[in-house]
């Protein structure tokens, strides 16, 4: 059994530190970086980039809405063209710092509202998978398997990726109850989520209904106060279970 993990990190902006990506980067196969809109800034952006490259890390733009005070985790009402320029022009700033360093990107995964919103969003969900297929159909996108974003993904030929989350808690529709700011979780019950995602294909809601939820890639949030401690849990129930830690491309 093989996962790829991937993580959102690069959420630092100027002498604000947000995460610790040097004690994440080793554990993850994808990095999602902030591309300075909900977070992050040029300097930032390189750093992350060449962090990611010294780990052998796969990296992909991490999109949001342009909205720092609330770190993207606010709605901003856009039309499909205002997000699909959006997405262009942040996944062209990240892309840029890739060529410097050497690099190449792999995907696109959006963060906060931009996400969540999308997930039941016809309009935001074309103009996110347009952006994309404009820039570069052969980027793969991250998305929910229960997402309208994948479905329509699907139906334009954009390949995608089925994400899950373990330190988020599932609505009954497939969706995620999303936190404004990201609080600690137990390492040894977002390892147990984990286990059960891969192995039985299911969560639980915050209903206490199990709903299936197929996935090739499971995402932990860089911004959570005890990432590392989280993501070595996540090694050990690895170790444990026979699960192998790998490259996205692999899985498809």
């Known amino acids: 059994m093989r996962v790829d993990l991937n993580c959102d990190m690069g959420e630092s902006y100027g002498i604000w530190k947000l995460g610790r990506d040097e004690e994440v980067m080793p554990f993850v196969t994808s990095a999602n970086i ?70 190449k990107l792999q995907h696109v995964k959006p963060h906060g509202a931009m996400y969540t919103v999308a997930v039941n969003d016809q309009e935001l969900s074309e103009g996110i998978v347009e952006g994309i297929q404009e ?3 052969e980027l793969l996108l991250y998305a929910m398997p229960h997402s ?16 899950g989350f373990v330190e988020l808690n599932y ?59 989280i993501l070595k849990a996540l090694e050990s129930a690895m170790k444990r279970e026979g699960i192998e830690r790998t490259n996205i491309k692999e899985l498809l």
């Open 135 to 137: 820039y570069d159909p």
């Open 34 to 103: 902030a591309c300075g809109f909900h977070a992050s800034d040029p300097h930032v952006m390189r750093k992350t980039v060449q962090l990611a490259k010294k780990h052998g890390v796969a990296v992909g733009a991490h999109t949001g809405f342009p909205d720092r005070e609330g770190f993207g985790r606010r709605y901003i009402q856009v039309t499909k063209d205002e997000l699909k320029d959006d997405v262009i022009y942040q996944v062209g700033a990240l892309a840029g710092f890739l060529k410097a360093n050497g690099m």
């Open 171 to 229: 609505l009954p529709n497939g969706s995620l109850a999303l936190e404004r700011a990201k609080k600690a979780w137990d390492p040894d019950e977002v390892a147990r989520r984990f286990v059960r995602l891969l192995k039985e294909g299911k969560v639980t809601t915050v209903t206490g209904q199990d709903i299936r939820v197929e996935v090739k890639s499971v995402c932990v949030h860089g911004d959570a106060p005890n990432t590392p401690e």
């Open 148 to 163: 309208l974003t994948y479905k329509i993904a699907e139906k334009r030929g954009l390949p995608v990726v089925p994400e």
